[in-house]
């Protein structure tokens, strides 16, 4: 059994673990955590390509939980969503990259100075800025117009937010691949891990994942808002 496949079981225990944390209080919380501990180790087993993606069975689990735990309609909207989310991470999983070479710190460095990397990374900024301008204009005349927006801003608000979350998420995961990478260098070959880069690393993993909470629990309220008609809240 190759390591990518300790790493996708993990991954998809703590991604359905999670779902414990939405009703069950204080042991869902501590599942919670558990979950996500569990989905940071299975980056060092498995590529954060196929890590990733099989996350999404977070949100098709959610749907089991959502209607035999918390008793609520499932809709046919839901069900063809979710279904197109299962055949992708079949194919995912069939025909995706299955290998997770470990690296040091000298040659994870090296990857991230390739021009390719950071012109990447110039254009996701750009991307990033750009729909973060629009949701926060969005915000703006939700404000002033209460929960009546125009049928474009009811589209676009939702896509500025998808866009927003989607890149700085992926960003953290990057970082968490690179750390959890790092912890199973030095638990194997005992690898020394003060240095600059790691420090980096978790610096900029924990300022992507705490910017994306807070997009997601942004988007939350927003929802609500727009749902219930109180956007005047804002």
Known sequence: MGDWVIGAFINLFGSIAINFGTNLLKL??????????????SFGYAAQSLLAALG?????????????????????????????????????????????????????????????FLLYCLILILVVAFHHYIYRRGEILLAFSGHKLRP??????????????????????LFAKSLSNLLRLAMSDGYQLHGWFTYSMILLFLSTAGFWVRIVAEFIFYASAMKSGLGDLY
């Open 28 to 41: 869902g919380i501590l599942i919670f955590i558990l979950g996500n501990c569990l989905n940071f180790i």
């Open 56 to 116: 999404s069975v977070q949100f098709v689990s959610n749907i089991a939980f959502a209607y035999f735990v918390l008793n609520k309609m499932v809709t046919v909207k839901v069900l063809a969503g979710t279904t197109f989310i299962v055949l992708g991470n079949f194919f995912l999983v069939a025909f995706g990259n299955h290998q997770s070479p470990v690296y040091t710190p000298e040659q994870l460095a090296e990857k991230y100075s390739n021009m390719t």
């Open 152 to 173: 474009l801003w009811n589209m676009l608000l939702p896509f500025s937010y998808a866009v927003v979350s989607g890149a700085v998420g992926s960003c953290s995961v």
